[in-house]
């Protein structure tokens, strides 16, 4: 300090001199890696072709080129973070896996697959045969009904020398001729009038010829 008189006033200045101080915090992150080691087992190749060339039945093992393993290499340490001031570690290792299991369990997704189809076309064949089956007794059946329906039918009206008389004729216009296994179109709506009429007339031999039908 240092003082300063003079007749009218009197000054005095005081100086500090301050050691300047630095204060640092330095917050490390949590779970901090001191060093990393990774290993890596990488299974080879799998062909079907021979050293000649020729196909093989069963899959043959073929290791991993070293350039393959450099590359796999490679990959790696770009995915971990590989810093090599921690002295962090790599190994890859080119090894034959145990196939055993994979295998069996392709057999299994192999057997599955082959039943299910197996069993789609035994049930496309199944309906194939029910419906022949249905067809073949729906004939059967139409065929009994047109034999008894043509026993029961009125008479047919007489018919010139030389005609042939027909069990479904006697219809009114209608030449005689054979009538088809299945009645025409433009046939069906008299036929079911002339059946209406015998039903009308003899109903009991219609109940008698339908209950031999249901019980056939």
């Known amino acids: 300090s240092s003082e300063v008189r003079d007749d009218n006033k009197v000054e005095t200045a005081v100086t500090n001199y301050e050691i300047n101080k630095t204060v640092e915090h330095i917050i490390n992150s949590v779970g901090n890696i001191k060093r990393l080691s990774v290993a890596v087992l ?48 790599i190994e890859v290792v080119n090894l034959a896996f145990d196939r055993t299991s994979m295998e069996f369990e392709q057999q299994k997704i192999d057997q599955v697959i082959q039943q299910e189809f197996y069993f789609d076309i035994g049930k496309k064949v199944l309906l194939v045969a029910l419906a022949i089956l249905a067809f073949l007794y729906l004939r ?10 043509g026993r029961i039918l009125p008479p047919a009206s007489p018919t010139r020398a030389g005609q042939n008389i027909s069990p479904y004729e006697g219809l009114p216009g209608e030449e005689s001729r054979e009538v088809p296994p299945i009645v025409p179109e433009n046939r069906r709506p008299r036929l079911i009038d002339q059946m209406q009429t015998a039903a009308k007339g003899r109903p009991e031999e219609i109940a008698k010829v339908i209950k031999t039908m249901m019980i056939e």
Do not use: C, H, M
């Open 42 to 89: 990488v299974d080879g190749a799998y062909r079907k072709t021979d050293a000649a060339g020729g196909s093989t039945a069963e899959p043959v093992y073929e290791p991993r080129s070293q350039e393959e393993i450099d590359r796999i290499a490679a990959l790696v340490r770009n995915a971990v973070g590989f810093d090599n001031q921690r002295n962090d570690q």
């Open 140 to 149: 059967k059946i139409l065929k009994k009904f047109f034999g008894s329906l």
